[in-house]
């Protein structure tokens, strides 16, 4: 393993996020995928031990700043209050100690669209969590989400499935559907990239499509996605030379 890769040794096992720890939500407007907060707690206690022994966080700032002026009749009668934390997440991770800052906001008194007022009790609460969750995303947890993957409808199947996996009740039979599912697409899309697509640059495209999603089919699949990307490289080469021959074969010939 590089010295590149050791350093995204933990990234890269908590990237990932099971769709059932994902629920949809709308902030300022604005429909995004919100994850749970239990599920990174649970998921960072799994990597670092529990909370205050291997990880845990301390609060640096808590405070209530003014917001944008009330009018009533054109007069301001008040203004709204965002409450803001800053928080200092530590953890332990093989024999070392890190630490990761930011910040937490929430609105704490506000006038709705409707023109009442609006106090809520639980803002420092979520200014807390919302600090500690991007604390943690810093460290890769939940990247998928945070990184706009989970927009993708291709991507948010494929974890679906692995979700399911990893809840089925029988684990073997579910596990050999995703292998044949995995199987079947890798042999019908080397199969159209060797006798379907008709220009040599789509076949490129197509090919570099596919390798971008196999590491991920396959992981959900659990087999080793070397044997497969074989498969496409030599399915593209032999596409390729089928049109360059078909090409040829059109050419007039001058006697």
């Known amino acids: 393993m590089t010295q590149e890769n050791n350093h995204l040794a933990l990234w890269a096992q908590v990237e990932k996020t099971p769709t059932d720890a994902v629920k949809p939500a709308t902030v300022n407007g604005q429909k995004i995928s919100a994850i749970d907060t239990m599920h990174m707690v649970k998921l960072a206690t799994k990597l670092?031990?529990?909370?205050?022994?291997?990880?845990?966080?301390?609060?640096?700032?808590?405070?209530?700043?003014?917001?944008?002026?009330?009018?009533?009749?054109?007069?301001?009668?008040?203004?709204?209050?965002?409450?803001?934390?800053?928080?200092?997440l530590w953890y332990?991770?093989?024999?070392?100690?890190?630490?990761?800052?930011?910040?937490?906001?929430?609105?704490?008194?506000?006038?709705?669209?409707?023109?009442?007022?609006?106090?809520?009790?639980?803002?420092?609460?979520?200014?807390?969590?919302?600090?500690?969750?991007?604390?943690?995303?810093?460290?890769?947890?939940?990247?998928?989400i945070y990184t706009g993957l989970f927009d993708d409808a291709g991507y948010r199947q494929l974890r679906e499935a692995e979700t399911r996996l990893e809840n089925a009740e029988d684990f073997d039979a579910e596990l050999k559907k995703y292998r044949d599912d995995y199987a079947d697409w890798l042999k019908r899309e080397c199969d159209t990239l060797r006798n379907k697509i008709p220009h040599p640059r789509s076949i490129e495209i197509s090919a570099d499509t596919m390798l971008q999603r196999i590491n991920d089919r396959a992981s959900v699949a659990r087999v080793d996605p070397a044997k497969g990307i074989s498969m496409i490289h030599k399915a593209r080469d032999e596409g390729i030379a089928r049109v360059k021959a078909e090409r040829q074969e059109k050419e007039p010939t001058h006697g």
């Open 48 to 88: 670092f031990g529990p909370q205050g022994i291997g990880w845990g966080y301390s609060i640096d700032v808590d405070r209530f700043d003014q917001g944008a002026p009330v009018l009533l009749k054109e007069q301001v009668i008040g203004y709204e209050q965002t409450h803001t934390c800053q928080l200092t």
């Open 92 to 144: 332990e991770w093989e024999g070392k100690r890190g630490e990761v800052t930011h910040f937490g906001h929430t609105r704490a008194v506000y006038m709705t669209n409707k023109g009442s007022f609006i106090t809520d009790n639980e803002a420092p609460k979520k200014s807390v969590t919302d600090a500690m969750k991007k604390c943690l995303s810093q460290l890769g947890f939940a990247a998928d």
